[in-house]
């Protein structure tokens, strides 16, 4: 995250009572307040329909303050809860909407501040192309500053209600004025993909399909669906985590080196890998997609009840809680090299990694029959550890044989105790401007049209998920996927 630089806004989060506010934006606004990256010329104004007030508002940040940082430092939070006050207020109710006018106005003079108007939707979905249509309505954006709109996830639950969510909000703001969240972009070893590829001589000339043979992505999860099996029930993996985080990582992993560090250079790269993916239709699906469901086992030596067995989930469900593909990308640099993507609850290890597998020498002097060398591998670890590790070939010592040699690189303890947290990267980069870490309009309906496609061709087929246990690392068909190409995965829990 740049230095130096302070944020001058007025804040109103949409859906302040609830369990986003609470767990994420609240902590990352108090840690960018601490760091210096807000000045006291910024307010925070929930909203909600509970009837709280300013105080039910700040003992609720205080706590989850307190939650990370400890008792101490919520004690001394205070000047920095001043900043916050509560409306209740609810958001079909036009009349809400003029109470929050005077509200801004008056906290913009409290704190003089310039004016600046961030509005972050932190509630269902289904609210958003309503409250954006309000908040231009009703004047809020009327300002001597800017404005701009922050939007959670889900964008849509499909390309066709994505296009109409962005269409009503897009009556309101401008492109260059909403920003979609997708977390992984705000994660510090997603950022960093682009530095290992593009600051490094020696991946740069190799990132193509002439030295690499596949890569694969994968984002496994212990969790089960806590709580959210409603939610769950209509999304699934599919929308819930390949529709963004599993395209964006594929889309930083293959886009071409932009010409410039710029939002504008960037999002065009990536479009045009997710223009030229190949659409998963018809009967390819069965050799390129696998589509599973959790059956009940145990993760951590506990027993852990199967998805159907969870709350708010038809006992008959085909909901898929694992999905696993094999990804092309028709254009000159990456034709013929697939991209595996895998991710799922309830499996065996919380871990989201990046495997880069190069291909062989043509001519190998110590590729024997009985010594046989592994391919250099490059691994991303994004989480739970940051860092890299680089695999090569190197001599057994006291041996004419080659062993594989792991070169590593992970964030210490020491490094991660300053590093941001990925909400709190975004809503930093939100309020300068900067939107390169955001999904753009043209990211978005490329990737619903991709999981539409497989979405389709999934009920065209009848296709049901397969089971595979709580607590393993997936089915047997995802190996099968690989083993079709002659590969297989590299294990993610002791890389
Ligand atoms: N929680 C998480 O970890 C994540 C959440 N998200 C997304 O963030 C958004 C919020 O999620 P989350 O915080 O979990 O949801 P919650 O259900 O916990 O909170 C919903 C919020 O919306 C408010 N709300 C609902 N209806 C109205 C209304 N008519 N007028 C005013 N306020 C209303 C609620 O306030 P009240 O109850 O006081 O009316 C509450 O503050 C969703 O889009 C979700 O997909 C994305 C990633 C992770
Ligand atoms: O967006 C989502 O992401 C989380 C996983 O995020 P992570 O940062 O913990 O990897 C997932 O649990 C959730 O279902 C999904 O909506």
Redesign the pocket.
Known sequence: MRQNEQAEAVFVI????????K??LFPSIFNLYRKGNLTNKFAIIG????EWDNEKLRSVVKESIKEEHGEAVAEGSSEFLDHFSYLS????DKDSYANLLDEMVLKEDEFSIPGNRIFYM????E?FGSIAQSIYSSGLKETSGWTRLVI???FGTDLSTAKQLNEEIRKAFSEDEIYRID?YLGKEMVQNIQVIRFANAMFAPLWNNRHIANIQVTSSEKLGVEGRGSYYEKSGALRDMVQNHMLQMVSLLAMDVPLRLTTDEIRSEKIKVLRALRPVVGETIKENVVRAQYSAGSVEQTDVPGYLQEDNVDPSSHTETYVAARLLIDNHDWAGVPFYIRTGKRMAVKSTKIVVEFKELPHNLYAKEAIKTGPNLLIIHIQPDEGITIVLNGKKIGSADTTPVHLEYRHDSEDRVNTPEAYERLLFDCMMGDATNFAHWDEVSLSWSLVDAISNAWTESDNQPVSYKAGSMGPKEADKLLEADGFSWWPVEQM
């Open positions: 949409f859906g302040s009572t609830g369990d986003l506010a767990r994420k909203l909600g329909r509970r207020f609810d958001v079909t932190a509630m269902a979905p609210f959670e996830k889900p977390h």
